[in-house]
């Protein structure tokens, strides 16, 4: 798996912050995400795929297998 944040897109909601907290995490001054880790441990990719589906501003992209 490989995540990967179109930042221009993002809108600070937080929710995949609250779906994955050892991906993913915010910016203090504007909420944007920071990627903690870019190709998470497989224990955390149920976590990650929530986190892209609830993302209202669709930023995030997962890629599996061999598109990762």
Known sequence: MHISIDFDKCCGAGQC??????VFDQRDEDG?????????????????????????????QVLVGDNA
């Open 17 to 22: 912050v609250l779906a994955a907290p050892d």
């Open 32 to 60: 944007v995400v920071v990627l903690l880790d870019a190709e998470p441990p497989k224990d955390q990719h149920d976590k990650v795929h929530e986190a892209a589906a609830v993302c209202p501003a669709a930023a995030i």
